[in-house]
């Protein structure tokens, strides 16, 4: 292993010398059950012993702690922040609202590990706001009227994230993921663009929603609800840190598709994007007869961008990058 640069006093050769960070298995009894945890340390270049380094102990315990709450399918001090930020909601309230006392999740926070039966409830509420909402109601009493409004509006909020596909939902999780900024107009058009280029490429659509032949292009109206605060703004909600790691569910195909769309639409502006789809047949056709200004409702059948995009990808290639690029730069020069 090649010299990192680090450098700390090593005892041995009873000098400064550089050290090299490396992995140890150690096995520890806790709790009269033996695990065996891997561990980082440091190697003296020179001589080949263990140095003592600052903060190598604090990140041992870390190390041990995170691999002993997933061998023991214990809930993560990350996992327990993420749902305080998802429901809005405090520590001692929190605590109190999962029926346990008041400063558990403080104690949690801190580092204290949780009892499995305590874990399993974190768990369930941080998968299922129905779950959540029934421990509000349980313990409601517990709460101040403040505390419980506002934990049980944000509950509800969540809920309605579950009013679309649970592919439409790891599939929007996953441009989350990609892009850093992301407007409810913007989030429209690359759903329907992946659609179109999923469906060209696989022959089958990647979620079952339909989407609407509306001024602005082609819109899924459950997005549109679940997004409409947000109007013209990026789109920063608390609530899809319920969803963070679903994503990883997608197949690899999937991915590929957001992928290329990411990387290629998604370089655009959402007006830039509506003039694409002004331009492509499945729009113009749904609003046959409608005035530039007219609102409409048509549908635009799956059926319908699919045969549009088998046959884009006949012209461009579109299951690759460059192909994609190709096109847009065809339709945004037809609509300047």
Not at 8 to 33: A, G, P, S
Not at 204 to 211: L, Q
Not at 242 to 254: A, F, M, P, Q, R
Request: proline share 3%; hydrophobic share 35%; net charge neutral.
């Amino acid at each position: 292993m090649a010299r990192q640069g680090r450098t700390d006093f090593c005892i041995e050769c009873r000098k400064k010398t550089e050290y090299l960070l490396q992995k140890k298995d150690i096995v520890k009894n806790i709790r009269d059950k033996d695990y065996t945890f891997g561990i980082t340390v440091a190697v003296c270049a020179d001589c080949g012993e263990e140095m003592s380094i600052p903060g190598l102990i604090d990140k041992n315990v870390q190390e041990i702690d995170e691999q002993y709450r997933a061998a023991e399918g214990l809930v993560s001090i990350d996992d327990i922040e993420r749902l305080m930020k998802i429901y809005k909601i405090g520590k001692a309230p929190l605590s109190l609202a999962l029926g346990f006392g008041e400063i558990t999740i403080s104690r949690y926070l801190e580092g204290q590990m949780p009892s499995k039966e305590y874990s399993d409830v974190i768990k369930s509420v941080l998968s299922s706001p129905a779950y959540m909402k029934k421990k509000l109601m349980e313990n409601q009493k517990k709460l101040t009227d403040a505390a419980y409004r506002k934990a049980f509006t944000a509950t509800e909020s969540i809920e309605r994230l579950f009013s679309i596909s649970d592919k439409m939902l790891k599939v929007i999780a996953y441009i989350f993921e990609k892009l850093e900024e992301v407007t409810p107009l913007m989030l429209q058009k690359l759903l329907y663009f992946i659609q179109g280029v999923y469906s060209a490429l696989y022959g089958k659509p990647i979620f079952e929603e339909d989407c609407r032949a509306w001024i602005h292009g082609p819109v899924y109206l459950e997005v549109y609800d679940l997004f409409r605060n947000f109007k013209y703004n990026p789109i920063d909600d608390a609530r899809f840190a319920i969803l963070e790691g679903k994503e990883d569910s997608l197949t690899e195909d999937e991915k590929r598709v957001i992928d290329l769309v990411v990387n290629t639409f998604g370089m655009y502006s959402g007006k830039a994007l509506e003039k694409i789809t002004h331009h492509e047949a499945p729009w113009l056709e749904a609003r046959k007869g409608y005035g530039d200004s007219i609102p409409s409702n048509e549908l635009l059948p799956k059926e319908r961008i699919m045969n549009y995009y088998i046959l884009i990808n006949q012209k461009y290639g579109i299951n690759t990058e460059a192909g994609l690029r190709t096109y847009i730069y065809d339709m945004l020069s037809k609509a300047s």
